[in-house]
């Protein structure tokens, strides 16, 4: 996955849970706000990574099983009504037809081949199954190349454009904007970047950002940190 070792990942599951997005209750509400008020029979989460959103998902949708290949991150999972899977996401070791609802959140920026992953899920979903998605993106698809520069990870975070043209295989097509606000960019590289140069050369980079960036996510310092609003891209469809 992008050059991401398995060792990289069993050091990120001891952290992951402290990055402050990934267990925000106003975020997941919202992602899950995006689909039917109601139980699905089958459920599988593409990613699971801790279980930050099956714990929720499996309380109010119903049981579900999740995929990841890391097997340190899904080691963390206890939940008897979560079934953790190692597993690839572009080779989903399920039969067609398998599940009424699929997710995935904040995923892609890792995956080797994104279209191959989507053709997958789209394979092991029911007729009129749903899909639902959510992905941190650009403030804006215009600054795209700034965007990746300035996080610095050698991955390449998608546009709203992007996603939405992987979305071309599912019909009835819904989106919006979630905005997490006053983001520490200390918090997110204390627990996801390993390398104490890298972490001081992307907070050097955010300093450098251009006029542009600062207004689109309310850019800030205080308190020897930077605040900024991470903008998140949620879509829903159907096979």
């Known amino acids: 996955m992008k050059n991401y070792s398995e060792h990289y990942w069993a050091k990120r599951a001891q952290l992951y849970n402290n990055t402050n997005w990934v267990k925000n209750e106003n975020f997941i509400d919202a992602f899950l706000d995006m689909i039917s008020n109601k139980l699905y029979s089958n459920i599988l989460e593409v990613g699971i990574g801790t279980g930050a959103v099956a714990k929720i998902m499996s309380e109010k949708k119903g049981p579900l099983i999740g995929i990841d290949i890391s097997k340190e991150m899904i080691g963390q999972i206890n939940h008897n009504k979560i079934t953790p899977i190692v597993a690839n996401a572009h080779d989903l070791p399920f039969e067609e037809n398998s599940f009424d609802l699929i997710y995935m959140r904040n995923v892609i920026h890792y995956l080797d081949n994104p279209k191959k992953v989507f053709s997958e899920i789209h394979r092991c979903l ?24 300035l996080v610095g990870r050698e991955i390449h975070y998608p546009t709203k454009n992007e996603i939405l043209e992987l979305f071309s295989p599912f019909k009835k097509i819904n989106h919006n904007d979630f905005l997490l606000e006053n983001q520490s960019i200390n918090n997110w590289l204390v627990n996801t970047c390993q390398n104490e140069e890298k972490r001081k050369e992307i907070i050097d980079r955010h300093r450098k950002t251009s006029e542009d960036y600062r207004l689109m996510a309310n850019y800030c310092e205080a308190q020897d940190d930077i605040f900024v609003s991470i903008r998140h891209f949620m879509v829903s469809g159907e096979k």
Do not use: A, N, R
């Open 126 to 149: 029911k007729s009129g199954g749903t899909y639902l998605f959510s992905q941190v993106v650009p403030p804006d698809d215009t600054i795209s190349s700034e965007y990746d520069w």
